[in-house]
Structure formats: structure tokens, C-alpha cells
């Protein structure tokens, strides 16, 4: 295998030592002889102890554009036993096998991987076992170069042996200044499980609660249209009103008419949500629940997550995440 980019040292590490980190977790096939890098970048050849190997790889792993993930391609073997341990390792992870890029060999398997919220946060936890590694590496990482060049600094200073609040605390004061406030124009950026990107449009912050991670913001409707599920009317002029917290497997937008006449509760679900300087972050996953204004509630698309399971898109225990955070809303709303 051959890895590059910000995900390298994680992965590297859980694909040499999957055993180890999964544990009897594996209930799947794996390659005979495991995975041995080859082509290691200096940096990787160095933490790992490695000796240099130039063979041809029968997996290549890289960097996504937007950092949110990778791409692999290589032999089936080799890119399903990477999807299979991924998906017994990381909890939110969604693997999308698709058509491959012009550029891939052809005859080689193809996937696209997003690394949402817990992904992030458990591959963090194995690349510290390897090297110091600051809470919300891969985070920080995928928050654009100005904030990925603090994190590299922090942990220069990590290395030698700073104190880890004292580093974190630094980082913290340092990318304050790139995130939003209240008043902030935000993006709303709703992943969808096949790899869609759908931005809701511009929203304002109405009010942030810092110590809570709860965030408030609005956006107007200008065009004509209907509200999906709820199945309502919606018109120029009209609002949403969200309430989100960060880190959080749902958040509730609820729908109001120009003069204030509330139209509905739309509450969806989904991978916990991350903030960036941009906005908010999220995997879709599907499943919804309607609430109308004469107290009618409805569950939506139960079996659109079944078959994402079923073509391998999220592992089941993902899935069983999803029922278990649907039934507390359900229990909340009753």
C-alpha cells in the first residue's frame, strides 16, 4: 500500500496494526499476509522505523480535495479489505465505491471515503499512539491552510515538550478569530450518503452559546417552493429558524410564513456536526421526522438507511446508532 496526505500516519498505523486496534472486532476476510507500505513518505518512514521499498502498490490512498476524507484505488483484494477494516474501526465512516477517476489503472477498484466527526476523532487517538498529536488534528486539518498551519506549529511545540493544555489552550486563541460569531453569514453544507453536497444557503447567527456548543441561525426563503416531507407550502418571504449544537446527531429547523405563522418542525438526522470557519458540516443520514403544526408527527426514509447499510455505504452499527437517537426524539416529542 502507498498512502499520502493528512490521514498517512492513522491509517498507516491501523492498516499495519489492525489486529492489535480492532481485536475481535474483525469478522471479515482480510489479506493473507496483511499490508506492508511501500514508496513511505520520508516522514512516514521515519516514525515508523522503515526501511525504503519501491515496489508497486496494490492500494493507493490519498487525500480527498477537501480534506473530508480520501480515495482509494487498487486490486479488490486490497481495496475491500481497507473498506471492511475502516468500517470495523470508525464509527461514522461512509464508504462510497463508484466509478474511477481517468487517471486509475484501469482495471482497479475504486472508493471514495468520508471521514466525518468520530472518524476524525478516532483516527486522532491513533495517530497520538504513534506521534503527538493534538484533540482535533484531522479537524483542524480539514479547516483550510491558515488553521491546518497553527495546528503544525502547536505541535512542533507539543514535540518538545510543551504542556498539552497550555498547547491546546495557544491553538484555541490563535484560530478563534477564523470562526464565526453571532451575526456571522454561515453555509449549511448537507452530505449526502451517496457523496451529494447540497448547501441549504446562507444563514445568520442568532446566538451562540460557547460553553454549551449551541448555535442559532436563520435563513429567509426567497422563491416558491414546497418543504420536503413536511410536504407544506413555502413561500417568499418565509423562515427557518435552526437549532443546532455541535457534536450532536440531530438538529431541529423549525418553519415560520412571512408574518410569523408557524408552518413546521423538520428535525434531521445525522453524523454529529462539525464547525468550520465556513459553516456547519454534516453526513446526511437519512432518516427524518416531521412535526406539523396541529401536533401530527411522522418518521421519514427508515428504509433509505437500511439499504445504505445493505450496499455497505455505513457499517450497522451506524445504523443501529441512527434507530437508537430516532426513538429518544420520538420518546422527547411524545
Known amino acids: 500500500m502507498k498512502i499520502r496526505g493528512i490521514y498517512a500516519t492513522a491509517l498507516t ?12 472486532q474483525t469478522s471479515f476476510e482480510l489479506l493473507d499476509n496483511g499490508f ?21 502498490p496494490d492500494l493507493e490512498v490519498y487525500d480527498r480535495q477537501d480534506k473530508q476524507g480520501v480515495q482509494a484505488s487498487g486490486t479488490a483484494e486490497a481495496v475491500n479489505a481497507f473498506t471492511s477494516i475502516l468500517l470495523s474501526c470508525l464509527d461514522d465512516v461512509v464508504v462510497r465505491k463508484g466509478e474511477a477517476p481517468a487517471a486509475i489503472l484501469e482495471g482497479s477498484r475504486y472508493v471514495d471515503v468520508e471521514f466525518p466527526a ?36 502547536a505541535e512542533k511545540l507539543l514535540e518538545k515538550g510543551g504542556s498539552r493544555e497550555e ?5 484555541k486563541q490563535t484560530i478563534r478569530a477564523k470562526y464565526p460569531i453571532v451575526g456571522s453569514l454561515i453555509e449549511i453544507e448537507h452530505v449526502k450518503l451517496h457523496g451529494e453536497v ?23 426563503f426567497k422563491k416558491k417552493g414546497t418543504y420536503d416531507g413536511l410536504k407544506t407550502e413555502k413561500a417568499p418571504g418565509d423562515y427557518a429558524v435552526t437549532e443546532a449544537k455541535i457534536g450532536e446527531w440531530h438538529f431541529k429547523t423549525r418553519y415560520f410564513a412571512k ?11 445525522n453524523t454529529p456536526i462539525e464547525l468550520y470557519p465556513h459553516g456547519i458540516r454534516y453526513v446526511d443520514l437519512e432518516v427524518d421526522v416531521c412535526v406539523w403544526p396541529n401536533g401530527r408527527v ?21 445504523a443501529r446508532t441512527v434507530k437508537e437517537k430516532l426513538h429518544e426524539i420520538m420518546k422527547d416529542l411524545n
Not at 498505523?13 to 475481535?24: A, F, Q, R, S
Not at 506492508?36 to 508497486?56: G, H, I, M
Not at 418518521?299 to 437500511?306: A, F, N, P
Open 13 to 24: 498505523k491501523l492498516l499495519l496494526d489492525y489486529k492489535n486496534i480492532l481485536g475481535n
Open 36 to 56: 506492508a507500505l511501500v514508496q513511505p513518505s520520508a516522514t512516514v518512514r521515519e516514525r515508523f522505523e522503515l526501511k525504503e521499498n519501491d515496489e508497486f
Open 118 to 153: 468520530l472518524s476524525k476523532k478516532k483516527l486522532d487517538e491513533i495517530r497520538g499512539s504513534v506521534t503527538p498529536t493534538l484533540d482535533g488534528h484531522h479537524y483542524y486539518k480539514a479547516c483550510g491552510v491558515n488553521i491546518s498551519s497553527a495546528l503544525d506549529m
Open 167 to 171: 498547547v491546546e489552550k495557544l491553538l
Open 198 to 220: 447540497f448547501n441549504l444557503g446562507k444563514a445568520v447567527i442568532e446566538a451562540f452559546n460557547h460553553p454549551k456548543s449551541l448555535i442559532r441561525f436563520r435563513r429567509v
Open 259 to 269: 408574518d410569523g405563522r408557524y408552518k413546521g418542525t423538520y428535525i434531521n438526522l
Open 298 to 318: 411522522k418518521k421519514l426514509d427508515e428504509k433509505k438507511l437500511k439499504e445504505a447499510t445493505a450496499e455497505g455505504i455505513i457499517a450497522p452499527r451506524l
